[in-house]
DNA sequence: CCCCTATGTTACCGGTCGGTAACATTTTAG
DNA sequence: CTAAAATGTTACCGACCGGTAACATAGGGG
């Protein structure tokens, strides 16, 4: 979806759905006959996204079976390598946040129910690694994940992802010792 | 600057200059006498938020000179407390970086500005608390200071401005207990 | 009282936007 | 090759928006 890139660069607000047609490589028309109106292809592109990154987490899953550790470990690990390689613009489901008010909007509970499931993995993982207060951990974790773009946009910080690996990593290495 | 509210609550697009002034109970052409665009009214209007925060932290300080430590516990506890009255739309600034993607808009100055000023502001205080690691520490907490308003929205989270005091006191009390 | 200034009213401009109708063109499949 | 399906083109609609012009009204100080 060549869409998605305008939406991210320029807010989706400020995007026509002309110029969406021409990323497309094709025209308002025919992009009229594949989505019934702006809004399901907004919302159709969040849900790209939230799918990208669900699979993701399976994959995380897969490759780290009952090791919760190691899961959240590799996570952190991607999350800041996204992040190394995100500029400027932020994230892109926290802009669209922002930029749809409307609580009703389809894209908003794609969202939401994602953040929401994304936030649950967490503290299934931190309780599965034995964490002696896992909701803590996850709430800690999934704040500095949230607050990484906006640190990235706003205040220019660069080590935003090595940050969270670092945390991640503290707090596997404390329970290790803890648990020893 | 009741158009304040509106921006929040509808986003800065979503808003026409005709019910910023009904808002603010006059009408659009004495609206435009003193303010040359909507630009600068939006400006005028992140400046205003700024600079209240600014005054934050200007009272942050007088109340606890000398004692960095204290500073930033009662930063811990009035962001806290803002949080707490915070609901569903986020925060005001980060909302406004999402729907302003034009890098050259003077609001979105002002703001980056600010936001480096306040987390220099947190770099000295943790430096002058003499932690160990001042530049990491007040990531952390920048981070998650960022993150608490997106965790709210999104994720639904309650306790986040508990969290960043448990986290902030954390450090303090384990600096204490290092450099006694 | 009168003048001057601040504010309100209305109507309008040009532009953009989301969305559609009608028709021409190309591609695909049988 | 031909029919049908998909895609492209153009022009348009109504709505809204930011911003302005012209003019009416009020109000306050001398």
Redesign the interface.
């Known amino acids: 979806m060549a869409a998605g890139d305008l939406f991210h ?3 989706i ?2 995007v026509g759905v002309e110029a969406i047609a021409e990323a497309a490589q094709t025209n308002k028309m025919t992009l009229y006959r594949y989505f019934d109106s702006k809004d399901v292809l907004i919302t159709e592109w969040v849900r790209g996204i939230v799918a990208h990154k669900e699979e993701d987490w399976k994959d995380l899953n897969a490759k780290h079976r009952g090791d919760p550790e190691g899961q959240l470990q590799d996570w952190s690990r991607r999350t800041a390598a996204k992040l190394r390689a995100m500029e ?3 994230s892109a ?3 669209a ?5 409307d ?1 009703n909007h389809p894209a908003r509970r794609v ?2 129910e994602h ?2 499931r994304e ?1 649950k993995r967490v503290v299934r993982l931190c309780k599965a690694a034995g964490f002696p207060d896992p909701a ?1 951990s996850a ?2 974790f ?10 990235g ?5 660069r ?2 992802g090595e ?2 690996v ?2 991640v990593d503290l707090m596997v290495e404390n329970n290790r010792r803890r648990t020893a």
Do not use: D, Y
């Open positions: 660069k320029h807010g607000r400020g400027e613009r932020g489901l926290g802009n946040f922002a930029e749809l008010p609580p969202m939401k953040k929401l936030h803590f709430n800690l999934t704040m500095m994940l949230e607050g990484a773009h906006s640190c946009t706003c205040v220019g910080m080590q935003i940050h969270l670092q945390v």
